[in-house]
């Protein structure tokens, strides 16, 4: 059974950082792009950013919202994926998930399992 | 960026009903779209991939269809288990979007 566990949210103040991480079980993690998405008290989801494999680099992307002040990492040794967030804003708290991608029949990569979330509140 | 425009944003329906959503990308994305279904205070759960192919262990009354811009996911006969918040999401090009969410109800 695939298990995707989030841990790391709370309470932090605007300007402040915190570091979320995700443990994977139950699935082949180099197989696999991991993400991150949020989501607002009573809105719709929003994609933060991704990793791609070791096959590609581990390179990253991330939503315009977050770039410059988010870093997603992952240690695929342990099995876990990482969100660190720095300059915290107001409007960045959510619940926020990991969820894996997986590799479609042309290679396009589309989310396949997502963890429980972790809620963040930034609020001073 | 490509916008997902989904409708109805919510709708009611009987059970035993046949019930249809839509999601349109603001421009052609193949078939490279997902949908997800949402329960309250749940995480998403991942229902189809690639327009149409159904997630491992996804009931087939769930059907998705569609390629370029228009989508649309169908729900055979609705029952109680699946009141919840359905998105699509395009997986095209980055930044990934998502729709804004429909949010079926039983009548």
């Known amino acids: 059974e695939v298990q995707l566990v989030e841990s790391g949210g709370g309470l932090v103040q605007p300007g402040g950082s915190l570091r979320l991480s995700c443990a994977a079980s139950g699935l082949t993690l180099s197989d696999h792009y991991m993400d991150w998405v949020r989501q607002a008290p009573g809105k719709g989801l929003e994609w933060v950013g991704r990793t791609r494999n070791k096959a590609n680099s581990y390179t990253t992307e991330y939503a315009a919202s977050v770039k410059g002040r988010f870093t997603i990492s992952r240690d695929d040794s342990k099995s876990s994926l990482f969100l660190q967030m720095n300059s915290l804003k107001t409007e960045d708290t959510a619940v926020y998930y990991c969820?894996?991608?997986?590799?479609?029949?042309?290679?396009?990569?589309?989310?396949?399992?997502w963890g429980q979330g972790t809620l963040v509140t930034v609020s001073s | 960026d490509i916008q997902m425009t989904q409708s109805p944003s919510s709708l009611s329906a009987s059970v035993g009903d046949r019930v249809t959503i839509t999601c349109r990308a603001s421009?052609?994305?193949?078939?490279?779209l997902a949908w997800f279904q949402q329960k309250p205070g749940k995480a998403p759960k991942s229902l189809i991939f690639a327009a149409s192919s159904l997630q491992s262990g996804v009931p087939s009354k769930f059907s998705g269809s569609g390629s370029g811009t228009d989508f649309t996911l169908t729900i055979s006969s609705l029952q109680p288990e699946d009141c919840a918040t359905y998105y699509c999401q395009h997986y095209d090009s980055y930044p990934l979007t998502f729709g804004g969410g429909t949010k079926v109800a039983i009548k």
């Open positions: 969820a894996s991608a997986r590799s479609d029949y042309s290679g396009w990569f589309y989310f396949d399992f």
């Open positions: 421009q052609g994305i193949s078939n490279h």
